[in-house]
């Protein structure tokens, strides 16, 4: 079994300011691991994955994001986030072998103040 | 190429009503999903399927069937609607082979069950 959690529900963060999403994994086998956003009223978009090889994986809009296995964490974070980046964000992981069962965080939602 | 497409966008439905949810890809992909999207829940997978004429259960099948009789349609029903099953309904897709970790989601429909 394979689990996802998010440790925010709700991360509010004045416009270009740093920001550090968080994303915690389980699971008993190899995965792959994402991040997709979604704005409002909209489907959900792939932001980043982690397949395998370099451990930071940079992704679209400046985001990035750090695979950390020891910790099982895979943590996101862009430098200086922006007016547009307000969205709900979700982590997933999955099985890297097999059918490619996806297990979807509950989201994080970030706030971007001007 | 519009990508993943979903109809309707919105409805209304009162209980004990019946209704299809159509989701069609013209990317030729394999794979098709569908999930629901409740506040504080992420996405949970309802049923997919890997193939023309193939579906399986997701996490939370009951209330639901689905049909893949074409490889770029694939539709969800709700037979006796229920109050419960008013929800955000998103459909996806992916590849088989390479590229099959990324799913590619639809704009979803907002379903009221009254």
């Known amino acids: 079994a394979q689990s996802v959690t998010q440790l925010d529900s709700q991360v509010p963060v004045f416009e270009e300011a740093p920001v550090e999403l968080r994303c915690n994994y389980s699971?008993?086998?190899?995965?792959?691991l994402f991040w997709y956003v979604q704005y409002p009223n909209q489907g959900l978009q792939l932001l980043l994955k982690?397949?395998?090889?370099?451990?930071l994986v940079k992704g679209i809009n400046g985001f990035e994001a750090e695979f950390n296995k020891s910790q099982t964490s895979f943590h996101l974070g862009k430098p200086s986030v922006h007016i547009s980046d307000t969205a709900e964000y979700f982590c997933?992981?999955?099985?890297?072998?097999?059918?490619?069962?996806?297990?979807f965080g509950i989201g994080t939602k970030l706030q971007v103040i001007p | 190429n519009a990508g993943v497409t979903q109809t309707p966008k919105f409805r209304v439905l009162k209980t004990g009503q019946s209704m299809t949810l159509l989701c069609a890809q013209d990317m030729n992909h394999e794979y098709m999903y569908w999930y629901r999207q409740d506040p504080g829940m992420g996405l949970r997978l309802i049923h997919y399927?890997?193939?023309?004429?193939?579906?399986a259960k997701g996490e939370v099948p009951d209330g639901y069937n689905v049909s893949r009789l074409k490889k770029q349609n694939f539709l969800l029903g709700l037979e006796s609607a229920a109050p419960s099953q008013t929800s955000v309904y998103f459909c996806?897709?992916?590849?088989?082979?390479?590229?099959?970790?990324?799913?590619?989601f639809g704009p979803g429909t907002r379903l009221t069950v009254l």
């Open positions: 399927s890997v193939g023309e004429g193939t579906t």
């Open positions: 699971s008993s086998v190899s995965v792959y």
């Open positions: 997933a992981v999955m099985n890297s072998g097999g059918y490619q069962k996806v297990t």
């Open positions: 982690y397949l395998s090889g370099s451990t």
């Open positions: 996806a897709s992916s590849y088989v082979g390479a590229g099959t970790d990324t799913q590619y």
